[in-house]
């Protein structure tokens, strides 16, 4: 982590999604501060090393591919102390117009990825007896228009999250939430310029989060420091998740 020295150093880190937007930057603070770090995505080429990052190839919803690279982290770096679910994908549409497909999508990525993930590295973080597991949730857990199937996700994600605190805390694994509000990601410059500016006026501070304010979150829960906090959700969006700021 920049100018955290090496307050990570020989740990082993999965990032789910860490190819790019918020996922990329955790990934790189965790390998600037002397992490081993995985980064787990489809769209990257293959297995390939970029410094601390090692990427493969995953599709994190395939419980298949999930285990399989779970097992080959463990395997290389003997243990895997952090667990990052970041992967994320977003298919908006009112409910009237939403197709299925959309629902399933995104339920399949967003929260049956991580309970796979979860499943994968419990096994390991027990018999370890610690590790962190960091789940990327979002703001819009607690509702947004348009977003029936990402909302119902992640507040899947948060409830996942909550179960496994208590599933895990015997074996001094800790398990948190980051629920991030509107960052300036591919994922959300992608969005109509229309839907981006009310997003931005909607925000109390009137701008957008950047990767980094989630990565430093991130860093915090995974850290020695946090140990006893389990189960919470840290809301990361510039005070969005207090109520309604439009004046
Ligand atoms: P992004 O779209 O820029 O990046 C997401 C990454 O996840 C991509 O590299 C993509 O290839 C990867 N991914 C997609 N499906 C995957 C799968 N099945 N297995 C493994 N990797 C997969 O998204 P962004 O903005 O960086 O978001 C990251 C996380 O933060 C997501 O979970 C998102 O829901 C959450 N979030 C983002 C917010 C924002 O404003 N950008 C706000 C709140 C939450």
């Keep these: 982590m920049t100018g955290c020295g090496g307050a990570f150093a020989g740990k082993s880190v999965i990032v789910t999604g860490g190819a790019r937007g918020i996922g990329q930057v955790i990934a790189q603070h965790f390998a600037a501060a002397g992490a081993a770090v995985a980064v787990l995505d489809p769209g990257v080429a293959g297995t390939e090393t970029d410094g601390a990052i090692r990427f493969h190839a995953c599709d994190v919803a395939d419980a298949g591919a999930a285990a399989r690279c779970v097992q080959e982290v463990a395997a290389r770096r003997g243990?895997?102390?952090?667990?990052?679910?970041?992967?994320g994908v977003l298919r908006d549409n009112v409910i009237w117009k939403m197709p299925e497909e959309d629902f399933d999508a995104v339920v399949r990525v967003n929260l049956k990825g991580p309970w796979l993930m979860c499943r994968a590295v419990a096994p390991l973080m027990r018999q370890q007896q610690g590790g962190r597991i960091v789940n990327i949730a979002s703001r819009a857990w607690l509702g947004n228009f348009g977003q029936s199937n990402y909302s119902a996700s992640k507040g899947g994600l948060v409830s996942l999250t909550r179960v496994l605190a208590l599933e895990l805390a015997r074996y001094g694994v800790t398990v948190n939430a980051v629920a991030p509000g509107?960052?300036?990601?591919?994922?959300?410059r992608a969005l109509p310029p229309a839907t981006r500016d009310s997003l931005i006026a909607a925000q109390p501070g009137k701008r957008a989060g950047k990767p980094e304010d989630v990565a430093h979150a991130v860093a915090f829960l995974a850290s020695?420091?946090?140990?006893f906090i389990t189960g919470q959700v840290l809301h990361v969006d510039g005070g969005r998740s207090i109520g309604s700021s439009v004046f």
């Design 79 to 87: 243990r895997v102390d952090i667990l990052v679910n970041n992967a």
């Design 182 to 188: 509107l960052i300036d990601t591919p994922m959300t």
């Design 224 to 227: 020695e420091a946090a140990g």
